[in-house]
């Protein structure tokens, strides 16, 4: 029986198995996505991102394309850009190492830097700043780290979706190379961020307090550790009660309270002789030291040892200054100060080896400090060396047109001041035609008022008439009293000629205008049109020309009549 059909079989039902899985898991995550609030799914995208990178990376490639198809089919800019960069960062490259992701992220450079959105700058500068710091490649890790610290710090971290993943390893790397105040401050800033998913608070208010230790801040150390201790119990954390309460008893024994930091300190190794054994074995030597201090010599002999069970890390911790220290102490107790002196010069060899290693990262981060900086100056004078080149160019050229700017500006300015003196002409007719439309409207109240004051008397008389009978004579009295009152308001000839006058200021060439368009036009028929022109009441209107209300609209009759044009309009003053 041949069994390469069962094989075949055997191979696409795998197949078809491990599609199913995909194309299920894959529409898990992308619906997980949708459902999440729109301020959070950026930390998202990045979270599961992380996890398919290190699980199913094969799945990557079709999640990016279907959540960028729904990012810009719904709008959502801001994801569909940093789903851009997530394809660059996490997507599997041929040889994943460190050094080679950084320089394949180096050929996207370009793209990003014409980015539309400084934020996407930033974060891609800041990744790729991360790859070459992992790769050792510090020179380059500190340009683009700090490209993407000056565009985060414009932008606010606060604004950032990906803040506290920012700020902590920005404060490794100054940890790294003993900045320890830039390092505080971008632990302060990522501790800020609460809703930052990237942000293990136990983890960095521990490092906190241990940057407060080498800056020698003994009070914020024990504040901070004492901090991480509760938020440890209040998370369950189990494991970062007994660091830090290990990180509490060693600041204690820093500050000579040797008997006080006792207690903490073995809470540390009860806790994590297990679960952080290279943690605790550096923990027994500070118990040791405490114990030396106490003279508890066995007891001390008895932790040191203990440390070496442990199987502590001999390179990348502080174990072994501390072990060569308390081992000399240890002798130098027992009387035995041959060996103590042998481990005392061992310690020192150490020290000494442990300090050149040390300040050469000081030196290596101010160095490259000073270099950025230096590259920003350099930039402005390479700027300014192009414009000097650009002023020497254009010189000749410049003394070419000397003859023509100088005529230019001959002719400017005399425009110029012909435009001042047109301005100040513009200036005086406007406060001639102010002053003239005041008057105006004065001239108009004071004669509305007039009107006004002679119709209430007039119906006060007539009311005083009614309740109280008096003889024809004081009548005659008081009609004629009444008729001076009408007679006040009527404008004469010498009125109508001060008028015309004020009139014409305000309106130049009404009256020239007026008798062109309605040729034969009468002097009566000329100051009905005028007044219409105020927008005067009617029985402003007729009291003014001193005649009736009724008599006023058989005058704009036969005005009217006379003029068709007239009749288009409802009122003169539109027709004027």
Not at 469 to 476: A, T
Not at 486 to 508: A, C, G, N, Y
Not at 536 to 565: Q, V, W
Request: some cysteine.
């Amino acid at each position: 029986m041949n069994p390469l059909p069962g094989r075949i079989l055997k191979i696409l039902s795998n197949c078809t198995i491990i599609f199913f899985f995909s194309a299920t898991t894959l529409q898990a995550q992308l619906y997980r996505l949708q459902q999440t609030p729109a301020n959070q799914r950026v930390r998202f995208l990045w979270t599961v991102s992380k996890e398919m990178s290190k699980g199913d990376s094969a799945l990557l490639k079709p999640f990016f394309d279907s959540v960028k198809h729904w990012a810009k089919d719904q709008g959502y800019t801001k994801l569909y850009s940093y789903t851009e960069v997530c394809q660059f960062i996490f997507t599997p490259i041929e040889n994943n190492s460190y050094t080679s992701r950084a320089k394949f992220l180096q050929t996207k450079e370009p793209y990003f830097e014409q980015y539309p959105d400084i934020e996407i700058r930033g974060c891609f500068q800041f990744f790729l700043g991360n790859y070459y710091y992992k790769a050792k490649d510090f020179e380059r890790s500190f340009h683009h780290s700090f490209i993407a610290q000056n565009i985060f710090k414009d932008i606010g971290y606060d604004n950032l979706p990906l803040a506290g993943s920012y700020t902590s390893d920005f404060f490794k790397y100054y940890y790294y190379f003993g900045d320890y105040t830039s390092a505080i401050e971008f632990l302060q800033l990522s501790l800020s961020q609460k809703a930052d998913s990237f942000v293990n608070r136990n983890f960095l208010l521990n490092d906190l307090g241990l940057s407060y230790i080498k800056i020698n801040d003994y009070p914020k150390a024990l504040a901070t550790f004492d901090e991480t201790i509760e938020y440890a119990k209040k998370t369950g954390d189990t494991a970062y009660i007994g660091i830090a309460s290990g990180n509490y008893g060693n600041v204690l024994r820093l500050m000579g309270k040797y008997k006080d930091a006792l207690p903490f300190l073995y809470t540390d190794v009860a806790i994590n002789e297990k679960k952080e054994p290279g943690n605790s074995a550096i923990t027994c030597l500070y118990i040791a030291n405490c114990l030396l201090q106490l003279d508890s010599i066995a007891k001390a002999k008895y932790y040191i040892d203990y440390s070496q069970e442990l199987h502590p890390d001999w390179v990348w911790s502080s174990y072994g200054v501390s072990y060569y220290e308390n081992k000399s102490f240890y002798y130098q107790k027992s009387g035995d100060y041959r060996n103590a002196s042998l481990y005392q010069d061992t310690l020192l060899h150490l020290k000494d080896s442990l300090q050149m290693v040390f300040d050469s990262k000081i030196l290596m981060g101010t160095a490259l400090k000073t270099k950025e900086e230096k590259f920003l100056a350099d930039k402005g004078k390479a700027e300014q060396e192009v414009n000097k080149v650009k002023v020497i160019r254009n010189f000749t050229i410049v003394i070419l047109i000397i003859a023509f700017a100088i005529t230019f500006i001959f002719i400017n300015l005399k425009r110029k001041k012909e435009r001042l003196m047109e301005q100040e002409r513009e200036r005086q007719a406007n406060e001639k035609l102010k002053a003239a439309l005041q008057q105006l409207d004065s001239y108009l109240v004071n004669i509305k008022e007039k009107n006004a004051l002679i119709e209430k008397i007039e119906a006060e008389l007539l009311q005083q008439h009614s309740v109280t009978p008096i003889d024809d004579e004081k009548k005659l009295v008081s009609e004629e009293q009444i008729a001076k009152l009408h007679q006040s308001v009527i404008m004469t000839e010498d009125d109508w000629t001060s008028f015309k006058q004020l009139f014409e200021q305000v309106w130049p060439g009404f009256f020239a205008q007026t008798n062109k368009k309605y040729d034969g036009l009468s002097l009566a028929e000329e100051r009905v049109l005028t007044l219409s022109k105020l927008n005067l009441e009617s029985k402003d209107m007729a009291k003014m020309l001193g005649i009736s209300i009724d008599s006023l609209r058989k005058s704009r009759y036969r005005l009217r009549k006379k003029y068709p044009l007239l009749m288009e309009d409802n009122d003169f003053k539109e027709a004027i």
